[in-house]
């Protein structure tokens, strides 16, 4: 079964195959919104993660966490509330997603003795799967707003989609393999037979060699290397980044 159930909560879930199986991918939650900002401003204000990660703003304010964590909820919950009428009804209709309300990666801290749900967690980290940025195409370029405007207008469920794929971990727990089976779990058991996705691109900064190993490790290849592409704001430490750009293979 490759999503899970929490009865207690009613919340559905992805788990990290044996031996990570204490971590947990879920949607974000509404009534955990203080300690979930909480959470993100902490770990987005870490220098070992911004400095690698393209897009979230730095300083990372409440305001920030706040604004993103509604919004995934919003977007979440038509998603959240047909996964969960699966599981109240099994009969229900499987149409394909547009989109993978699971990015908050949780260890579990307490489970159920009987049922296995798990009771109690902490937030750890995040993966997310979005439309693909086509940063080949040249920042700033028509080109290139053209080419995200062509797949944004694609339905759900259609294999022509480029996705995209983007993560971040605490530094606690980093080094464990956690985000390699993270990203095996989501697209195995959600990207593939939810979304229907085939192609699948993503980046790293060239210096970034944790990253660009656990898309190694997930059957991802270099495609190229796009050098100084990307402006980096003052307050990231200014100049410009080199981009590696990655292709999946599949499963
Ligand atoms: C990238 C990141 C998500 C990896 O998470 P993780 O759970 O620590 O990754 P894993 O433990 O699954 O695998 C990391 C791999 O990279 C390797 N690695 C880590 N740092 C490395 C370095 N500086 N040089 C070479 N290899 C490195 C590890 O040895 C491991 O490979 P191995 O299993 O062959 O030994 C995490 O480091 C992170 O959050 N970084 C900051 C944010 C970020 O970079 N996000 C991605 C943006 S593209």
Request: hydrophobic content about 35%; some cysteine.
């Amino acid at each position: 079964m490759p999503v899970h159930y929490n009865t207690h909560t009613k919340e559905p879930y992805l788990r990290l195959p044996t031996p990570l199986s204490n971590i947990i991918i879920t949607p974000h939650r509404l009534s955990q919104l203080e300690e979930t900002v909480a959470a993100q401003v902490r770990l987005l204000n870490e220098p070992t993660i911004y400095l690698n990660l393209e897009g979230p703003p730095y300083p990372y304010l409440p305001e920030h966490g706040e604004e993103w964590v509604k919004r995934k909820c919003d977007d979440g919950e038509p998603v959240v509330s047909a996964v969960r009428a699966e599981f109240e009804n099994p009969d229900t209709e499987k149409p394909f997603f547009d989109s993978c309300p699971f990015t908050v990666i949780r260890e579990v801290t307490e489970q159920g003795p009987e049922t296995g749900d798990p009771l109690k967690d902490v937030l750890i980290g995040d993966i997310g799967m979005d439309r693909y940025s086509f940063y080949e195409e040249g920042y700033g370029t028509e080109k290139r707003a053209e080419a995200q405007r062509l797949n944004n207008e694609l339905s759900a469920g259609d294999r022509r989609i480029v996705w995209s794929i983007g993560d971040f971990l605490s530094p606690s727990h980093h080094g464990r393999g956690i985000m390699t089976l993270a990203m095996r779990t989501v697209l195995q058991d959600w990207g593939v037979p939810r979304m229907n996705i085939h192609l699948l691109k993503s980046c790293a900064f060239v210096e970034n060699k944790g990253s660009l190993r656990v898309f190694e490790k997930n059957n991802f290849e270099v495609v190229c290397t796009l050098k100084d592409w990307a402006p980096v704001s003052e307050s990231r430490g200014g100049g410009t980044k080199s981009l590696v750009i990655v292709n999946w293979k599949g499963l």
